[in-house]
C-alpha cells in the first residue's frame, strides 16, 4: 500500500514537471512568434542604422526628358519622361517650376503678430494668412523676405531671421518655402502691394495667433506650418 501510494506521488510529480516544461516551451514560441511579428509589421523601430540603410536603397527616378508644356508671367510647366528605378516609363509626369517662396512670422515689440486678410481666387474665399510671396529673379531670399512683409503690410523689422524650409508641394512642384521670423516689427511706410493685390492689415496677440492656428480662422497649410514653427522658435530662443 505504501509503495502504491509512492508510484502515485510520483508519477504525478513527473506529470506536473512536463506540463511546466510545456507552458515554458509554448511560452518561448510566443515570445519568438510576437517578436518576429512586431518587427515585421513595425519595421520603422528598429534600429537607426537599419532605418538609415532602408533610406538610402530609395532611388530616384531618372529623367529622360523635359521640355515645357505651358507657359505665362505666372507658370512654367514641364512634361517629363521618366524611368523609375524598377524600369517603368511615365511619358506624362507634369512639375511646376517654380521660384522659391518666402513666409514672414513677424512680431511686434507688443508680441502682436501681423497677419494678412486678402481673396484667394482659387477657393472662391477670403483667407487670413502671413505675409508671403515668391522670391524674384536675383534675389536673395533674406532680401525677398523683408520685400515681401514692407510691400504686403507695410512693416519692417529690426531682425529677420530664416527658421525653416519647407517643402512647397513636392509631388507637383520644385520649389521650397522659407520661413521667416521677424521681431520688433513696426509700421514704417504705406503697402506696396502688386496691382492685383488687395490686403487688409491686421495684429493679433500672441495667445490668440496660437488659438487661430488650432480652430481654423488660418487654414492655408503652409501658413499653419510656418505659424508653429515660428512659435515653437520663440518659446525655446
Known amino acids: 500500500m505504501i509503495v502504491e501510494n509512492r508510484s502515485r506521488s510520483g508519477s504525478r510529480l513527473r506529470l506536473r514537471l512536463r506540463l511546466r516544461d510545456r507552458s515554458r516551451d509554448r511560452d518561448r514560441d510566443r515570445g519568438r512568434r510576437e517578436s518576429f511579428t512586431f518587427t515585421s509589421m513595425f519595421p520603422s523601430i528598429l534600429t537607426s542604422t537599419v532605418s538609415k540603410e532602408i533610406r538610402m536603397g530609395l532611388k530616384k527616378w531618372q529623367i529622360l526628358s523635359s521640355e515645357a508644356a505651358f507657359q505665362n508671367r505666372w507658370w512654367l510647366i514641364h512634361q517629363e519622361r521618366c524611368q523609375l528605378p524598377d524600369g ?41 494668412e502671413l505675409p508671403a510671396g515668391s522670391v524674384e529673379e536675383g534675389e536673395d531670399v533674406l ?39 521677424a521681431l520688433n516689427a513696426k509700421p514704417s511706410s504705406h503697402q506696396t502691394p502688386d496691382p492685383t493685390e488687395e490686403i487688409e492689415v491686421l495684429t493679433v496677440p500672441l495667445p490668440r495667433f496660437r488659438e487661430m492656428l488650432r480652430n481654423g480662422e488660418i487654414c492655408c497649410s503652409g501658413c499653419i506650418a510656418a505659424g508653429f514653427i515660428g512659435l515653437a522658435h520663440l518659446e525655446h530662443s
Open 88 to 128: 517603368q516609363i511615365i511619358n506624362d509626369y507634369f512639375v511646376r517650376i517654380a521660384r522659391p517662396i518666402v513666409m514672414i512670422v513677424a512680431l511686434t515689440s507688443e508680441q502682436e503678430v501681423v497677419l494678412v486678410r486678402q481673396y484667394r481666387h482659387g477657393i472662391r474665399n477670403v483667407l487670413t
Open 143 to 181: 532680401s525677398a523676405a523683408r520685400r515681401e512683409l514692407q510691400e504686403e503690410t507695410g512693416f519692417e523689422a529690426e531682425k529677420v531671421i530664416e527658421v525653416a524650409q519647407l517643402v512647397n508641394d513636392p509631388t507637383g512642384s520644385n520649389n521650397y518655402k522659407h520661413v521667416f521670423l
